[in-house]
């Protein structure tokens, strides 16, 4: 079944390793990866790089870990999976999905009444308050990692996606291992980048920072809804050339 970039098949090589990397920069960009770290940078009070790279750290070992479990599941099952991807019920399937999505994605990020403090907001306050207690041990915000990256593994299309192009290639186990944990290092790379600048100069990137994280707040919904609309399309068309469904059109 060719799904185009949904299917290692259809990349190899070089083409595989650039189109992963893409998907981890786009991952990267969620609020586990790098919201949550730039409010972490911005704590009142010394900088604490210790703890900071100890999340990011935390982060990239959940999902290395969640890859791991997803690529032995696919492993095992692989040829049953292709076999039911290749029926007409599974890709109609896929097409009412991929339609779904592509649909619920304009539906992202609307305007909705607050009755209270919001999400965003508690997340800020508990992860300002982990990283800048110093009598406080590590589990409190190796916690709020785990807790981030758990809320955030389903819904994070391009990792899954990641996940997919990998355990249909043509790499042996031990190399999508490695390849996986590049991908898992990729994803907290900007957060690291935005570390570093704000060790060299520290008063200069306070206002960079906190516009940074003030536009990934208010266009996090947004940013979500423009990811789950392209992965919707791409599931959708993919489906639909399968089914033939443009033939007539063509």
Same mark, same amino acid.
């Given at each position: ?6 299917? &290692? ?13 893409? =998907? ?9 990866? =790098?919201?949550?770290?730039?409010w ?5 009070? +010394? ?7 100890? !999340?990011?750290? /935390?982060?990239?070992?959940? !999902? ?11 492993? /095992? ?9 290749? /029926?007409? &019920? ?19 990020g ?7 403090? &919001?999400?965003?907001? +508690? ?5 300002? /308050? ?19 990256? $758990? ?7 391009? !990792? ?16 999508r ?13 900007? $957060? ?13 990137? *306070?206002?960079?920072?906190? +516009?940074l994280?003030?536009?990934? *707040?208010?266009?996090?919904? *947004? ?8 992965i ?9 050339? *399968? ?8």
């Open positions: 079944m060719d799904l185009d970039i949904l299917s &290692g098949a259809a990349l190899t090589g070089p083409a595989l390793l650039g189109a992963l990397a893409l =998907l981890a920069l786009v991952d990267s960009t969620s609020f586990g990866t =790098l919201l949550i770290p730039t972490l940078l911005l704590a009142p009070g +010394r900088l604490r790089p210790g703890r900071i790279l100890i !999340y990011l750290a /935390t982060v990239a070992g959940f !999902y290395l870990l969640v890859g791991v479990l997803l690529l032995t599941v696919a492993a /095992t099952a692989m040829p049953q999976l292709m076999t039911l991807a290749a /029926t007409p &019920g599974f890709l109609w399937a896929q097409l009412v999905v991929g339609a779904a999505l592509l649909i619920g994605s304009f539906f992202i609307g305007k909705r009444k607050q009755t209270g403090p &919001g999400r965003f907001a +508690r997340w800020r306050e508990r992860a300002v /308050t982990d990283v800048a207690d110093e009598r406080g041990t590590l589990l409190p915000l190796m916690g709020l990692a785990v807790a981030a990256a $758990a809320v955030e593994v389903a819904s994070m299309l391009p !990792y899954l996606v990641g996940i997919g192009l990998l355990s249909t290639s043509e790499f042996d186990a031990g190399t291992f490695l390849v996986l944990a590049g991908y898992c290092v990729v994803m907290v790379l900007p $957060a690291l980048a935005l570390l570093g600048l704000r060790l060299v100069a520290a008063r200069p990137m *306070e206002r960079p920072l906190a +516009r994280g003030a536009w990934m *707040e208010k266009n996090a919904a *947004e940013t979500t809804g423009w990811i789950v609309g392209i919707g399309f791409l599931l959708a068309r993919a489906a639909a050339v *399968e089914l033939n469904l443009f033939d007539g059109l063509l």
